[in-house]
Antibody, heavy 118, light 107 residues
C-alpha cells in the first residue's frame, strides 16, 4: 500500500523559512517512473502545484514561487523535503505531498496545515 | 500556462439524480485531463485520467468525456458520498494546472 505523510511546523512567523518533510512508504524514491510533488491549498481555495522531484533528481518549480522553493530527497530515508523561504500570511495553506506518475498525482498525503502569523 | 476553467462553481443536485460538471482548457490539452474528488477535511483523490479512464477502485457511475479544450465529468446517480468538490487538472503542458473546482452539494 502506497502512503505519504507530511510533517512540519503548524505555525511559522512572517519572513521565516518553512521546512516540510514528506515520508513515503510502499514505493521507492529510486523508482524510475515515479516522483513526488508538493501541492498547496489555501483555506477554501483551489489547489496550486509547487514543485516536484524525480528519481534521477530532476526538479521543477512553480514559476511564481521558484525563487523561494527548494526540493530535495533522501532516498535512504524515503523522504522528500520542501523548503520555502520568506513566508508570508498569504502562504497559509494546507500543504500536500503526492506521488506523481505519468504526471498524475496519486495518492496524496493527508496534508498539513501551515499558518503564517506573528 | 494553461488556464483551466470549471463550471459551475456550485452545483445543487438531489441524490439519485445525474450531475454534469464541466472543465474548459485555455488551449488544447489533448486527452491529458484528470479529475480529482475532495471531500471536506480530506486530501484529493484521483478519479479519472486520460479524460475518460477511471482510476483503480472508482465506481462505474463516474465517467469522463471530452478532448482538446472541453471536458465533462458525469456522475450518473448521485450517492450521499459523492457530494464533494471536484477539480480538473491538465497534464499535457508544463506546468500542470488545476481548475478552481466545482462544489457538488445536496439539493
Amino acid at each position: 500500500q502506497v502512503t505519504l505523510k507530511e510533517s512540519g511546523p503548524v505555525l511559522v512567523k512572517p519572513t521565516e523559512t518553512l521546512t516540510l518533510t514528506c515520508t513515503v512508504s510502499g514505493f521507492s524514491l529510486s523508482n524510475a517512473r515515479m516522483g513526488v510533488s508538493w501541492i498547496r491549498q489555501p483555506p477554501g481555495k483551489a489547489l496550486e502545484w509547487l514543485a516536484h522531484i524525480f528519481s534521477n533528481d530532476e526538479k521543477s518549480y512553480s514559476t511564481s514561487l521558484k525563487s523561494r522553493l527548494t526540493i530535495s530527497k533522501d532516498t535512504s530515508k524515503s523522504q522528500v523535503v520542501l523548503t520555502m523561504t520568506n513566508m508570508d500570511p498569504v502562504d497559509t495553506a494546507t500543504y500536500y505531498c503526492a506521488r506523481i506518475e505519468q504526471w498524475l498525482f496519486d495518492p496524496w498525503g493527508q496534508g498539513t496545515l501551515v499558518t503564517v502569523s506573528s | 500556462e494553461i488556464v483551466m476553467t470549471q463550471s459551475p462553481a456550485t452545483l445543487s443536485v438531489s441524490p439519485g439524480e445525474r450531475a454534469t460538471l464541466s472543465c474548459r482548457a485555455s488551449q488544447s490539452v489533448s486527452s491529458n485531463l484528470a479529475w480529482y474528488q475532495q471531500k471536506p477535511g480530506q486530501a484529493p483523490r484521483l478519479l479519472i485520467y486520460g479524460a475518460s479512464t477511471r482510476a483503480t477502485g472508482i465506481p462505474a457511475r463516474f465517467s469522463g468525456s471530452g478532448s482538446g479544450t472541453e471536458f465533462t465529468l458525469t456522475i450518473s446517480s448521485l450517492q450521499s458520498e459523492d457530494f464533494a468538490v471536484y477539480y480538473c487538472q491538465q497534464y499535457n503542458n508544463w506546468p500542470q494546472t488545476f481548475g478552481q473546482g466545482t462544489k457538488l452539494e445536496i439539493k
